[in-house]
């Protein structure tokens, strides 16, 4: 497979795509392109290479959606389900986008990260299971497993999993929610449309009449008493869901946080109830508390981890 490489990360907003110029290099040549403006991932693709004229030797596309086989959904976008054999790119390969941010998890350097509650950072050594999970335009979650001394990644859809409620409060949120979308999906609160959502349904709770404000206005009016309620109400359930996701795959390796929303508001997670919520699960306590939990603030997580699925292609099987 020879260089360049492309890879992406296409969410229901933006895809962003990147060559790969040589063995071992950071992604570079960055640009996103609004999904909207694509009638589909291959279109994408070949709008961002005719920018630069070149011809990749392999790709590695991460989308945000269930793939199986080659054939992919991308779930938050208007784009139809499609395949990589419809796609004319050389040595292609399109993988879940969380399954991307999870193979780049022992690529993160530390200034990469920031540790959420204190306490250190993960040091991924491949003894131990680790998690990722993000809101974004979606809810992802993945995890990557060591397995004979190499990574394995977990793919798949937990955002769509039961929201884990735990205050009074939470509980009518959920009674709202199931009644207006017919279930309690995590995403639905948990992503940046849930996040909106969250603030009118703590507007009704409250019986306060509100204008409609977008994600990125909720996050930066932290003097708002709504908006700043409706944070700490998000991550709070995120703490608890954070704290689901290390139990089930036993991340005792650590919980990576990822996703568009959260970097907006670091310091309120920082401050919140995350990790508390986190660790409140009796009788596991004590695994949970060993367990540290970073936000990436990597600007291009997923890119690095398609880049590296690349690499771990070329080596001897």
């Given at each position: 497979m020879?260089?360049?490489w492309l890879v992406a990360d296409v969410g229901g907003t933006n895809a962003r795509f990147a060559l790969i110029e040589g063995p071992g290099r950071p992604p570079g040549r960055v640009r996103a392109l609004?999904?909207?403006?694509?009638?589909?991932?291959?279109?994408?693709?070949?709008?961002?290479?005719a920018t630069l004229g070149v011809r990749p030797g392999a790709c590695c596309l991460a989308v945000a959606g269930p793939?199986?086989?080659?054939?992919?959904?991308?779930?938050?976008a208007g784009w139809a389900p499609g395949s990589a054999e419809r796609i004319d790119l050389p040595n292609l390969r399109i993988i879940n986008d969380f399954e991307a941010l999870a193979l780049a998890l022992p690529h993160l350097e530390r200034d990469g990260l920031r540790p959420i509650g204190g306490g250190a950072l993960p040091a991924p050594d491949g003894t131990a299971p680790l998690a990722v999970?993000?809101?974004?335009?979606?809810?992802?979650?993945?995890?990557?497993?060591?397995?004979?001394?190499?990574?394995?990644?977990?793919?798949?859809?937990?955002?769509?999993?039961?929201l884990p409620a735990g205050t009074d409060l939470e509980i009518e949120v959920m009674r709202l929610l199931r009644a207006e979308m017919g279930t309690g999906n995590a995403e639905y609160i948990l992503s940046g449309n849930?996040?909106?959502?969250?603030?009118?349904?703590?507007?009704?709770?409250h019986g306060k009449q509100v204008d409609p404000l977008t994600a990125a206005d909720i996050c930066a009016m932290d003097d708002d008493p709504l908006c700043a309620e409706t944070v700490r109400t998000f991550c709070g359930l995120l703490g608890s869901f954070a704290g689901n996701v290390a139990l089930t795959l036993g991340a005792r390796g650590g919980v990576y946080l990822g996703g568009g929303i959260l970097p907006r508001i670091a310091d309120a997670l920082g401050r919140s109830d995350f990790r508390r919520r986190f660790e409140g699960k009796p009788p596991v306590e004590d695994f949970l508390r060993a367990v540290p939990a970073a936000l990436?603030?990597?600007?291009?997580?997923?890119?690095t981890g398609a880049a590296a699925l690349l690499e771990t292609a070329m080596e001897p099987s």
């Open positions: 020879s260089f360049p609004p999904t909207r403006d694509h009638a589909g991932l291959g279109e994408a693709a070949a709008a961002y290479l793939v199986s086989d080659g054939r992919y959904h991308l779930t938050n999970l993000g809101p974004g335009t979606g809810l992802g979650v993945a995890g990557l497993v060591p397995v004979d001394g190499r990574w394995t990644p977990i793919p798949g859809e937990g955002g769509q999993v039961d849930g996040l909106v959502r969250l603030r009118r349904l703590l507007a009704l709770i990436i603030v990597h600007p291009y997580p997923a890119l």
